[in-house]
């Protein structure tokens, strides 16, 4: 993968991203993703966020190979704290983090937002808090999608600033919107899980000393929605 060839998660978070964005792209390590909207033409310009030193050079020397300075900044920033007030930012994304990442980010930088952004995230796992916070923070989810790549299923999950929104506890699990479209790479990503949870529960029987009956009960829960949504016995 490189800014000219996405590999087929960035490509279809890039799908996302709305023509003539001004994109804030956090966590962006090479920088692959704004380089290539910018080649593209797609975008107008771009913030890339890096809190770690080596991803941050490697995104400044994306830039610089591609002789993107003028419509790229390179930030060495934690999270939101790499949007400025100045950038007019329309879309932020964040990719290949963990949900419960991506939601601290958004809640330590929530005052960075000012509502008018569409977020197009791409967690690696914990979903449902992320979603929770969506919803507690009035973001309405307009698209979601699961792809699999590498033997990874990865979730898109694209929100933006509605108003009030309610998802139950089964949409903030499975998605609100896979829930209802069942794609056949979602339903396969469930398979997965609940082969995983299954073995889980499997351990828990073996295991020598008690799991929390907290732990118990929520993958008995999960075990009971994956099953039903797949008419699993
Ligand atoms: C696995 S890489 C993903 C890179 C790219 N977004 C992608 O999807 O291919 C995650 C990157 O997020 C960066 N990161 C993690 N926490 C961050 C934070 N709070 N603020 C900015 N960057 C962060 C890491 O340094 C790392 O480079």
Redo the contacts with the bound molecule.
């Keep these: 993968?490189n800014q000219q060839t996405l590999?087929m998660?960035?490509a279809r978070?890039a799908a996302q991203v709305p023509a003539g964005a001004r994109l804030a792209?956090?966590?962006?390590?090479?920088a692959?993703?704004p380089v290539a909207l910018l080649r593209r033409g797609a975008i107008a310009t771009a913030v890339a966020?890096?809190?770690?030193v080596?991803?941050?050079q490697a995104a400044e020397r994306t830039v610089r190979d591609n002789g993107l300075e003028a419509v790229v900044t390179v930030r060495l920033?934690?999270?939101?704290?790499?949007i400025e007030p100045g950038d007019g930012i329309t879309a932020i994304?964040?990719?290949?983090?963990g949900g419960e990442?991506i939601r601290?980010?958004l809640l330590?930088g929530a005052g960075r937002l000012s509502g008018q952004e569409r977020l197009i995230l791409?967690p690696?796992g914990g979903e449902p808090p992320l979603r929770q916070w969506l919803m507690a923070n009035h973001y309405r989810i307009i698209h979601e999608e699961v792809l699999r790549e590498h033997r990874f299923d990865y979730e898109i999950i694209v929100a933006e600033r509605s108003g009030p929104v309610s998802y139950c506890d089964r949409e903030l699990y499975f998605g609100p919107l896979q829930l209802q479209a069942r794609s056949p790479a979602f339903l396969l990503k469930w398979q997965h899980v609940l082969r995983q949870r299954r073995k889980t529960l499997a351990q828990f029987a073996q295991a020598r000393q008690a799991v929390p009956a907290a732990k118990l009960a929520e993958v008995n829960q999960q075990v009971a929605w994956i099953s039903e949504l797949l008419g699993a016995p």
């Design positions: 993968m590999s998660r960035l978070v792209d956090i966590g962006s390590d090479h692959y993703l966020g890096e809190v770690a080596t991803p941050f920033a934690n999270g939101l704290a790499a994304t964040m990719c290949g983090m990442t601290d980010i330590a791409q690696n």
